[in-house]
C-alpha cells in the first residue's frame, strides 16, 4: 500500500517559506510582482488565474491580472507584453495557455523578456534548461522534482521513466530528471511496449491527458509514481492520468489527483516570481 504524497501540505509549506522570504524582501523595500494575462473566456483558465491570484496575494506579492477579450489582435497582446517588460513593478510574466486559435503561442512567448519568464516556456530559457544552467525552469516539472526531494525520494542512479513528451511537462521533466543523474525513458504515444517501459520504473512520471490511462498491472513493486494528469470527466469528478486505486497497490508511494502536483505548479510559480526578483 502506497505512502500518499500530500502536494497540497508540501505546497502551502513551500508558501510559507516563500511568504518569509517576501518579507525580507519587503523589508529592503522591494516587492515581487506578477503579471498573469488571461486571453479569452476558458473555464478551467479563468480558474486557474483566479488560483494564481489568490497565492500571490497570500505570500504578500504584488499582482496583476490582464482579462482580455476572446477577438484581441496577436498586436494588442504584444503591446501589452513589451508594456509589462518595461514595467518596474512586475518582475515576473504569465501568459496562461492555451491560447485562442489566432494567436501564435510561439509569437508572444517570444516576446517576454527571459528574466520576467516565470513559466519558463522562452527559448533562452528552454536552452539554459538543455544546458543544466537554468534560471527559470518549467513550474509543473520543477514541481514534480520538488515532490520528490521534499519525500526523501533518491534519484541518482534510478529508472525514471516519463510518460508525454510536452515542451510544457514530459520533456523539461526528462531533463530535471536527467541532470539529476536518473536514467531516463521518454515514452509518448508512439512507443511501441509501453507496458514494458512503465514496469521497469523507479520513478514514473506521467503527463499524458488521458484518465487513468496507467493502471496498477503497469508500475512495479516498490515505485514512485508521480501524476501529471488533469482530468475532468463528464460526471465532474476530476482524475489524473494513474488509475489511482490500482495503482496505490504497487507503488510505494503515489501523488493523488487533486492534491498531488497541481498545487506545486503553483508553488513554483510564486518561487520563480520572487527569484526573478531577488
Ligand atoms: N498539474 C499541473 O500543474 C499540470 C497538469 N497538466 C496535465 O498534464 C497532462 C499532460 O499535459 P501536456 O503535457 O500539456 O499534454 P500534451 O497533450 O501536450 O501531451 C501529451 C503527451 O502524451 C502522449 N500520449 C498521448 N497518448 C498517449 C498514449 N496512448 N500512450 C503514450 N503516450 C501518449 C503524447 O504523445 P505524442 O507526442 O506522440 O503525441 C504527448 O507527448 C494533461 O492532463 C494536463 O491537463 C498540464 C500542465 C500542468
Ligand atoms: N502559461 C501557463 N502556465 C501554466 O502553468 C499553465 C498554463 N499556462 N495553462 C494550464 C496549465 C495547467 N496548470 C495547472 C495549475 C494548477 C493546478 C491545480 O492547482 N490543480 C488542483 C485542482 C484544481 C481544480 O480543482 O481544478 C489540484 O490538482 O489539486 C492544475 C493545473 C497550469 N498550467
Avoid at 3 to 22: H, L
Avoid at 206 to 217: K, N
Amino acid at each position: 500500500m502506497a505512502k500518499i504524497i500530500d502536494g497540497k501540505a508540501i505546497a502551502q509549506e513551500i508558501r510559507k517559506e516563500i511568504k518569509e522570504r517576501v518579507e525580507e524582501l519587503k523589508a529592503r523595500g522591494k516587492q515581487p510582482g506578477l503579471a498573469v494575462v488571461l486571453v479569452g473566456n476558458n473555464p478551467a483558465s479563468q480558474t486557474y488565474v483566479r488560483m494564481k491570484e489568490k497565492a500571490c496575494q497570500e505570500v504578500g506579492m504584488y499582482s496583476e491580472v490582464h482579462r482580455l477579450p476572446e477577438e484581441t489582435s496577436e498586436e494588442e497582446l504584444l503591446t501589452l507584453i513589451d508594456q509589462l517588460n518595461a514595467n518596474e513593478k512586475i518582475h515576473g510574466i504569465l501568459v496562461q495557455l492555451p491560447l485562442p486559435e489566432h494567436i501564435d503561442e510561439k509569437k508572444i512567448i517570444d516576446r517576454i523578456l527571459p528574466e520576467k519568464d516565470v513559466d519558463g516556456f522562452h527559448p533562452v530559457n528552454v536552452g539554459n534548461l538543455f544546458t543544466n544552467t537554468a534560471r527559470f525552469v518549467a513550474c509543473t516539472p520543477r514541481g514534480c522534482i520538488e515532490l520528490l526531494d521534499r519525500m526523501g525520494v533518491e534519484i541518482e542512479g534510478k529508472k525514471a521513466v516519463v510518460i508525454g513528451r510536452s515542451n510544457i511537462v514530459g520533456k523539461p521533466v526528462a531533463m530535471l530528471l536527467l541532470h539529476r543523474n536518473a536514467t531516463v525513458t521518454l515514452c509518448h504515444s508512439r512507443t511501441a511496449d509501453l507496458k514494458k517501459e512503465c514496469l521497469d520504473a523507479d520513478i514514473l512520471v506521467v503527463a499524458v491527458g488521458r484518465p487513468e490511462m496507467i493502471t496498477g498491472d503497469m508500475i512495479k513493486e516498490g515505485a514512485v509514481v508521480i501524476d501529471v494528469g488533469i482530468n475532468r470527466l463528464e460526471d465532474g469528478r476530476l482524475v489524473g492520468d494513474v488509475h489511482f486505486e490500482s495503482a496505490k497497490e504497487k507503488a510505494s508511494m503515489i501523488t493523488p489527483v487533486p492534491g498531488g502536483v497541481g498545487p506545486m505548479t503553483i508553488a513554483m510559480l510564486l518561487l520563480n516570481t520572487l527569484e526573478a526578483c531577488e
